[in-house]
C-alpha cells in the first residue's frame, strides 16, 4: 500500500498508525540505498525464557493468541 507522507518543518513523518500497529513494535530503523529510504521495523531480541514468561503470563490473564499471531507478535 502506497501512501504519500508530507515532511514537518522538522523533517519528521509520521508513520500511518494502522502501520505502525502491524509491525507490532515503536522502534524503526531507517536506510538511504540510492534515491530510496526504507524504514523497517526494529524489534527488540528477548530470549527464549523470557517469551515463553510473557506469553504464559497473558494465558494466565485469559489472553489467548493463536501460534501464528505468537510468531508474529515475538519474531518466532
Request: proline content about 3%; glycine content about 4%.
Amino acid at each position: 500500500m502506497n501512501k504519500i507522507l508530507k515532511a514537518t518543518s522538522r523533517g519528521q513523518i509520521t508513520l500511518p498508525k494502522t502501520w505502525r500497529d502491524k509491525m507490532n513494535t515503536s522502534n524503526f530503523i531507517a536506510t538511504i540505498e540510492e534515491n530510496r529510504i526504507i524504514i523497517q521495523p526494529l524489534y527488540e531480541k528477548k530470549s527464549l525464557e523470557d517469551i515463553i514468561e510473557d506469553s504464559w503470563n497473558e494465558y494466565k490473564n485469559g489472553k489467548v493468541i493463536s501460534h501464528e499471531e505468537m510468531i508474529k507478535k515475538y519474531g518466532l
